[in-house]
């Protein structure tokens, strides 16, 4: 995977991507990344890269004739028309679904935005996909790009040394994953759950999988339209319904929205 970033501060990019897991797959040569400083094509005296949005209105906006030859630049030496990303709040939210599809290209290019954005045109004859990382606002699209590059990189085949860990983890099946505990058994009089002591693999992956259960129902009960779960499991969901009337009533409006869904699913039987 090579990982093209068209940006005005290069040197973000660079010294945040150098570490740990995605440091070490870049070593393997396993991932490239290359950061092109967007001014650098900006053939002013004065290197200027953004003007005054026509119609009025706050802030400068990035000129399309740079941003178009710092890209053009990175396009031109590849075979194919690459993928690009734009890094916007306007975008398609990212997911893990996007992740494992973007991890199969070979070279991606990612436009980081700053200032109150860039020409539309230039996004019109580059972007193929505009991308949000969730609904807040950030001040360009650095940081962004960079979640998403890490994202990405892990779903690469070898830069996670442990290949299990790419799977069963956090919305693979659209469940958070369960806690775990490490030595020692008692910490700050806190005992690790005896059951993951036991030996018993099988109560072992059962107790695991209530808990994501539980955890996805309590912080993330969007999520359970999309998970498989058994009747079983469904009627655990009801009983956790059950618990938290007393508490905030928009996550129990939540958790009975999921249970409505798939109510409704039953029903189509
Ligand atoms: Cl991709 N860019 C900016 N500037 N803000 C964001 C974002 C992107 N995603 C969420 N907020």
């Known amino acids: 995977m090579n990982f093209h970033v068209l940006t005005l501060f290069p040197e973000m990019i660079l010294d945040g991507m150098h570490t740990s897991i995605i440091g070490r797959a870049m070593e393997k040569d396993l991932l490239t990344i290359e950061a092109v400083n967007i001014r650098d094509f900006a053939f002013n005296k004065h290197q200027k890269v953004d003007d005054y949005p026509y119609g009025g209105g706050a802030g400068m906006l990035m000129q399309a004739e740079p941003v178009y030859l710092a890209w053009e630049s990175v396009a031109s030496k590849l075979a194919a028309r690459p993928r690009t990303v734009y890094l916007t709040p306007q975008g398609k939210v990212f997911d893990q679904k996007m992740a494992v599809e973007l991890a199969q290209e070979e070279d991606l290019i990612f436009l980081c935005g700053h200032y109150e954005g860039i020409d539309e045109r230039v996004l019109e004859e580059v972007v193929t996909d505009p991308v949000s990382i969730g609904d807040y606002v950030l001040t360009g699209g650095e940081l962004p790009a960079m979640v998403m590059m890490d994202?990405?990189?892990?779903?690469?085949?070898?830069?996670?040394?442990?290949?299990?860990?790419?799977?069963?983890?956090?919305?693979?099946?659209?469940?958070?994953?369960?806690?775990?505990?490490?030595?020692?058994?008692?910490?700050?009089?806190?005992?690790?759950?005896?059951?993951?002591?036991?030996?018993?693999?099988?109560?072992?992956?059962?107790?695991?999988?209530?808990?994501?259960?539980?955890?996805?129902?309590?912080?993330?009960?969007?999520?359970?339209?999309?998970?498989?779960?058994?009747?079983?499991?469904?009627?655990?969901?009801?009983?956790?319904?059950?618990?938290?009337?007393?508490?905030?009533?928009?996550?129990?409006?939540?958790?009975?929205?999921?249970?409505?869904?798939?109510?409704?699913?039953?029903?189509?039987?």
């Open 151 to 269: 994202a990405i990189s892990r779903m690469v085949p070898g830069v996670l040394t442990n290949a299990a860990s790419g799977e069963s983890e956090s919305f693979s099946e659209n469940l958070l994953e369960y806690p775990q505990y490490s030595r020692p058994e008692v910490w700050h009089e806190r005992a690790v759950p005896p059951v993951l002591l036991s030996g018993h693999h099988e109560n072992v992956d059962k107790w695991r999988r209530e808990q994501s259960v539980i955890r996805t129902a309590m912080y993330r009960p969007d999520l359970l339209g999309k998970a498989k779960l058994s009747p079983k499991e469904w009627q655990l969901v009801h009983e956790l319904k059950k618990k938290t009337v007393t508490e905030k009533e928009s996550e129990t409006e939540q958790l009975q929205k999921a249970i409505s869904g798939q109510e409704e699913k039953d029903e189509n039987i």
